[in-house]
């Protein structure tokens, strides 16, 4: 009697489907994944329990068990995609490593996160390659670029896990914004140019009234409440991630920092960003966020913020940074208006559109153009460059170049 087949379906314990989760596993970890022995064995348990019924179902069932954080969902898309593939393709993969004619193609734009897994997928294929002697070769270093100033030029999306970590290093070492306000209030200065009448009462009551000296007084200078509202859509996520670093670094340096994500709804991560290890930091807001890489509601999250938090974190000359790339998908009109208010409640509303990486950007979408009217500054932030050009911006007043007319008017002139 021959024994029954088995179910198309159904995933085999003593076949070959363990081990290539064990090995996609371990290619998730090298490209900056937190993936343990635990989850390996979980995964594998849910695989053997739900079989594999469709490339979907295999997808989401490893999905569930190896992703715990919202940002790890773009690495872990592009380690399925690739890994998962037919031999054939992974074979060509594979020979893109060998030492081939040079290409003078133009090469299209790596996906994001692909760096970062294609590097931990082929790191052993790498390895074993030989080494290649390069002919040493002088070059007058006035005409090229160090490592570091690729790094900083580089956008975030595109690199891989080794120059994220540099990157991440980089930004705790910026030179952060010294930007000061002053206050009404004041405090004791012996240069100061007003008189301070109620020191000298209390010097002169030390003394029985027998002597009476001049005190002197100056206004208060602090740093102005620093607001971030930052867009945690899909296609915000990686930039969103790595600019929450650089507000880690300036928490440390400065007291009135506060920092909320939005993408269908208002999180506010102030309380998370207090916690001195930024790794720590970030996991407390991956788990606070509900919403992370998800849709987003540019207009409702602003009407929102006005609503509950613009009084409380508003005051004192509050500068605000908006990150999101205005891509609204509901009405405008009501953009718009909280738009308004918002730049109306603080001192300084800054832009923050990793869109404006592209050369040929222009000012088309209805988000943007419902946006643009009502921000002072509107900057970059994909690279090292444009966080440091951000630094130094708070610092003083702003360049011609970042001022949002430039781009209205541009659009006004291609309509007529």
Same mark, same amino acid.
């Given at each position: 009697?021959?024994?029954? +087949? ?9 076949? +070959? ?12 970890? #090298?490209?900056? %994944? ?29 999905? !569930? ?19 998962? #593939?037919? /031999? ?18 133009? *090469?299209? *734009? ?56 540099? !990157?991440? *290093? ?9 930007? %000061?306000? =002053? ?9 100061? +140019?007003?008189?301070?009448? /109620?020191? %000298? ?26 607001? &971030? ?6 296609? %915000? ?6 600019? @929450?670093?650089?507000?880690?670094? @300036?928490?440390?340096?400065?007291? /009135? ?8 709804? $208002?999180?506010?991560?102030? =309380?998370?960003?207090?916690? =001195? ?19 987003? /509601?540019?207009?409702?999250?602003? !009407?929102?913020?006005? +609503? ?11 500068? &605000? ?19 308004? =208010? ?38 970059? &932030?994909?690279?090292?460059? !444009? $966080?440091?050009? @951000? ?26």
């Amino acid at each position: 009697m021959k024994a029954p +087949r088995p179910d198309p379906g159904e995933a085999i314990v003593d076949g +070959r489907i363990a081990d290539n989760i064990v090995y996609f596993a371990r290619t998730l970890r #090298k490209a900056g %994944m937190r993936v343990g022995p635990a989850s390996v064995k979980d995964a594998i348990e849910a695989v053997l329990a739900a079989g594999i019924g469709s490339r979907d179902d295999f997808y989401w069932t490893l999905h !569930a068990v190896l992703v715990s954080r919202h940002e790890d969902h773009p690495t872990f898309d592009e380690a399925f995609r690739l890994f998962w #593939k037919s /031999r054939e393709l992974i074979e060509k993969m594979l020979a893109m490593f060998s030492p081939v004619a040079p290409d003078n193609k133009e *090469k299209q *734009k790596p996906r994001a996160a692909e760096n970062r897994v294609s590097q931990a997928m082929f790191e052993g294929h790498q390895k074993n390659q030989p080494v290649q002697e390069i002919p040493e070769i002088e070059v007058d270093a006035r005409f090229t670029f160090s490592g570091n100033e690729v790094l900083r030029g580089k956008d975030f999306a595109q690199m891989d896990a080794a120059e994220m970590a540099d !990157a991440k *290093k980089a930004i705790a070492q910026l030179r952060l914004p010294f930007d %000061m306000v =002053r206050t009404r209030r004041f405090k004791a200065d012996a240069h100061g +140019r007003r008189v301070d009448p /109620r020191a %000298m009462m209390r010097s002169a009551a030390r003394t029985g009234g027998e002597l009476i000296l001049p005190k002197f007084r100056s206004a208060r200078e602090v740093h102005p409440p620093l607001v &971030v509202l930052a867009d945690i859509s899909g296609s %915000m996520s990686q930039y969103t991630r790595i600019f @929450l670093h650089f507000l880690h670094a @300036l928490t440390e340096k400065r007291r /009135r920092v506060h920092a909320f994500v939005f993408g269908t709804r $208002l999180t506010n991560l102030t =309380r998370q960003m207090r916690h =001195r290890d930024p790794d720590a930091a970030l996991a407390d807001c991956s788990a606070a966020v509900k919403d992370w890489s998800g849709g987003t /509601r540019i207009g409702d999250t602003l !009407a929102e913020f006005n +609503r509950l938090w613009s009084r409380r974190v508003l005051g004192q000359g509050a500068v &605000v940074l908006l990150i999101t790339d205005g891509l609204e998908r509901d009405d405008v009109a009501g953009l718009s208006e909280e738009m308004e =208010r918002l730049h109306k409640s603080c001192r300084r509303l800054i832009w923050l559109n990793p869109l404006l990486r592209f050369d040929g950007f222009e000012a088309r979408a209805r988000g943007v153009k419902a946006m643009l009217p009502h921000v002072d500054e509107f900057r970059s &932030v994909h690279n090292l460059d !444009a $966080l440091a050009d @951000l630094c130094a911006s708070l610092d003083k007043k702003s360049a011609g170049s970042v001022d949002p007319r430039r781009w209205l008017d541009a659009g006004a002139r291609r309509a007529a």
